[in-house]
């Protein structure tokens, strides 16, 4: 389980990070929009954004296994389960709570 949490800190961490790369006309967003991917309309919706991002059936497959994973095994009370919209200044991420 401790993986599947690092695995799933990590790519939130590089997807935030992504998002602020120094660029002469991009600059880092002030909102970040997040989801614990709790329903199926959330998922469905990730993944269509991932098809047309080009990734394959089979790893979007892998992905969502390890999210229902992820959420079978941790009390879901306090995550998300739509998207939310959280101001970067205000959002925090405590690892041991």
Known sequence: MRKILFSLSSLCLVILLAGCQQSNDRSCPETI???????????????????SAGISDERQEIFFEHVDQFNSTVSTEGLAGEFVQ????????????
């Not at 329903?39 to 269509?48: G, I, T």
């Open 33 to 51: 929009e997040y989801s614990n991917l709790l329903n199926d309309s959330v998922q469905e919706e990730l993944s269509v954004i991932m098809s």
């Open 86 to 97: 959280k101001d970067v200044s205000r959002a925090t991420y405590d690892p041991y709570t």
